[in-house]
């Protein structure tokens, strides 16, 4: 096409620049886009990890029916429940077979499929970990590698608590993962999962860590991921870029039985720690303390002073445990454990259950305003530990001090010696109406007031008076025992309500 006005060819040419601009922009864009974020490619990653990583399959054996040949058991019942004799046919109970007559067979058993998991070997010898419920109860273990070998495995132990279990199968020179570090794995990076999804061997999905120290049981902070993992992923191993396990895939967050975008891994470390003593022992030791805890509040930590929420509030000690020895009281806050600080009140079961029995440790309190120092010597963790006990007796209290709740809604009785010595306590008091503020708070009648802020509560004429002088703009807090459980309650106080 020829212009014969040189505007009239320029004008063209700028109006198919305006109209191709954009798609040429966003090519461009999108180009640039792809060589800055540079996505992993796992495909070299894969060939080399998928040879170490195991099925696990696991069985059970059934009794079937006993009985000689052609034998029909319902109908047999039948003739001997409604007419009292033996089936047409069938000899009388105790009469030995006749010659050539086929002989009465003992009960058979049937090897039947409990469940499939998955794995992945840590050692050339044949070590091989796994989730502690994939083998649960099993009687056979079967593992078989992705080149079809199948072994008969040995169960060295399993830790329910952890969800850890280690098996042995009897090779030599088998592929291996590598360990990683569960202590560096950071939220954002990607990670990969290789298992036995409903089955199906080797199944490879990718995604990224979505948190980490999740809090769902006492020993184990988990790994939280966006990696597709369903039934049968239990127990593969979780891999960083650099072909690391990281952690083990142990659980799920379904409300359908299958993925919805969270899953757990166990961190490694954590891991190879519990296996470690499950090679050697065949069981796990953890030390305890003997305290129940909980977490501390916003509102407990600015109503005792402690500046910010952390540490764990001890709730009951237990009588002539290792804490009640070292002067461990209810109410107390811990604030660190063998120089390591306590964050969060699930931090301390992981700090005392990895620390050994015998082992004297330091520990730091928080109490009435300030810290202080105990030694505390760890004892062994009881396996199936049945719980103590409490008194539910509550007799009636001889001397009522208050007839009208005070501004925190209380009316309380003077506990008797007698009681004290029964509750193992030193002074206290006990509710005999709970109104108001109290009320709200969840405070009912026949639970123990210790405490009142950083004060011992004496009888009931001093917690009325300490509660008269309370700032009512400021929150208070409330030590409460209920049962073997102490309680920190924070109320604001409120007018004085008479009845």
Do not use: C
Not at 4 to 15: D, F, K, T
Not at 155 to 177: F, M, Q, Y
Not at 483 to 490: C, I, K, N, P, R
Request: aromatic share 4%; no cysteine; glycine share 10%.
């Amino acid at each position: 096409m020829t212009f014969r006005s040189p505007a009239l060819a320029r004008a063209m040419v700028m109006a198919a620049m305006l109209v191709l601009g954009p798609t040429v922009a966003e090519v461009s864009h999108a180009q640039a886009a792809a060589a800055n974020y540079n996505l992993p490619d796992f495909t070299d990653l894969v060939e080399k990890a998928s040879p170490a990583v195991v099925n696990i399959r696991t069985t059970e054996r059934v009794r079937q029916r006993s009985g000689a040949p052609g034998d029909d058991d319902e109908m047999a019942e039948f003739f001997r429940r409604f007419f009292g004799v033996p089936m047409p046919g069938a000899p009388a109970p105790g009469t030995p077979p006749r010659r050539g007559q086929p002989q009465p067979q003992p009960p058979q058993q049937e090897e039947q499929s409990r469940g499939v998991g998955s794995g992945f070997i840590i050692s050339q010898d044949g070590y091989v970990m796994t989730n502690a419920h994939v083998v649960a109860d099993a009687e056979t273990i079967y593992v078989t590698l992705p080149d079809k070998r199948e072994f008969k495995a040995k169960l060295i132990g399993s830790d329910k608590r952890t969800d850890v279990a280690l098996l042995k199968i009897e090779a030599s020179g088998l592929p291996r993962l590598p360990l990683g570090d569960s202590d560096k794995v950071r939220a954002g990076e990607w990670v990969l999962a290789i298992g036995s999804p409903f089955g199906l061997d080797n199944s490879v999905t990718a995604g990224i860590v979505s948190a980490k120290g999740r809090d769902t049981g006492d020993y184990l902070p988990f790994i939280q991921t966006d990696v597709a993992v369903n039934p049968g992923n239990s127990g593969g191993p979780l891999i960083n870029l650099r072909g690391e396990v990281i952690g083990i895939n142990s659980q799920i967050y379904s409300r359908s039985g299958g993925y919805m975008g969270i899953s757990f891994a166990i961190p490694i470390d954590e891991a190879m720690r519990v296996s470690e003593q499950l090679k050697t022992a065949g069981r796990v030791t953890r030390g305890r303390i003997a305290v129940a805890i909980g977490d501390v509040t916003k509102e407990v930590a600015d109503s005792l002073g402690l500046g910010r929420a952390r540490g764990a509030l001890v709730g009951s000690v237990e009588p002539g445990g290792p804490a009640e020895k070292a002067g461990i009281e209810a109410g107390d806050i811990i604030l660190k454990f063998n120089g390591r600080d306590i964050e969060r009140a699930s931090d301390l079961p992981r700090l005392v259950g990895d620390t050994k029995p015998g082992t004297r440790v330091p520990l730091q309190l928080w109490r009435k305003g300030g810290t202080r120092e105990v030694t505390i010597t760890v004892t062994e963790l009881e396996p199936d530990g049945k719980a103590r006990a409490s008194s539910s007796a509550k007799p009636k209290d001889e001397g009522a001090q208050a007839s009208k709740p005070n501004a925190l809604g209380l009316v309380v009785n003077d506990l008797p010696d007698a009681r004290l010595k029964e509750l193992k306590l030193k002074s206290g008091v006990e509710v005999e109406l709970a109104d108001g503020p109290a009320a709200r708070a969840g405070i009912r009648p026949g639970d123990i007031i210790l405490r009142l802020g950083d004060t011992d509560v004496t009888n009931a004429r001093q917690f009325n008076e300490l509660v008269r002088s309370l700032d009512k703009s400021r929150i208070a807090a409330v030590f409460v025992r209920r049962g073997d459980a102490t309680q920190v309650l924070t109320l604001r106080p409120g007018a004085t309500s008479a009845r």
